[in-house]
């Protein structure tokens, strides 16, 4: 039954290999049920709809995309700006105290819980996670600069 309705919908397309329209971006701003069809073809809410739900696209499929920009390449100093700010954020933490070099535990008087929040706030920041057995080895700033670095690939 499936195989059916399938080979009925492809051979109901265009040709496969035709190129997709470009739309224009003013019917990008309106929204896409209303963008697709024609301004005398469009129906009340009331009204009985049509079998299918390609009845409604005019002669030609429009393929709508997303892009995305990538992010700016990752330094040592940008990684080591972003973990001091989370920490500084961090409410358990006087920022007066606090340098690269500060031991969670020993200078900054935090206990195991604060450090297991402070890498996930860390996970949070860059994207990736931290396995446990790593996470118990980062007890100070540097510690987590060296070890995002050497995981993102920074070498400078």
């Given at each position: 039954m499936a195989a059916r309705v399938l080979s009925a919908c492809v051979r109901g397309l265009p040709a496969a290999f035709a190129p997709l329209p470009r739309v224009p971006t003013l019917a990008l701003a309106r929204p896409l049920s209303t963008a697709l069809c024609p301004v005398g073809t469009r129906r009340r809410a009331g009204a009985t709809?049509?079998?299918?739900?390609?009845?409604?696209?005019?002669?030609?499929?429009?393929?709508?995309?997303?892009?995305?920009?990538?992010?700016?390449?990752?330094?040592?100093?940008?990684?080591?700006?972003?973990?001091?700010?989370?920490?500084?954020?961090?409410?358990?933490?006087?920022?007066?105290?606090?340098?690269?070099?500060?031991?969670?535990?020993?200078?900054?008087?935090?206990?195991?819980?604060?450090?297991?929040?402070?890498?996930?706030?860390?996970?949070?920041?860059?994207?990736?996670?931290?396995?446990d057995i790593d996470a118990e080895k980062l007890m100070c700033p540097q510690e987590i600069v060296d070890y995002i670095a050497d995981k993102k690939d920074v070498y400078e």
């Amino acid at each position: 039954m499936a195989a059916r309705v399938l080979s009925a919908c492809v051979r109901g397309l265009p040709a496969a290999f035709a190129p997709l329209p470009r739309v224009p971006t003013l019917a990008l701003a309106r929204p896409l049920s209303t963008a697709l069809c024609p301004v005398g073809t469009r129906r009340r809410a009331g009204a009985t709809q049509p079998a299918s739900p390609f009845a409604q696209v005019p002669g030609s499929i429009t393929q709508l995309c997303r892009q995305y920009s990538d992010l700016p390449p990752l330094t040592l100093e940008g990684i080591k700006d972003r973990v001091l700010y989370v920490l500084k954020l961090y409410d358990k933490i006087d920022p007066e105290k606090l340098s690269v070099n500060s031991h969670f535990m020993k200078d900054l008087g935090l206990d195991s819980l604060d450090q297991v929040e402070i890498i996930m706030a860390m996970e949070d920041e860059f994207g990736f996670e931290i396995p446990d057995i790593d996470a118990e080895k980062l007890m100070c700033p540097q510690e987590i600069v060296d070890y995002i670095a050497d995981k993102k690939d920074v070498y400078e």
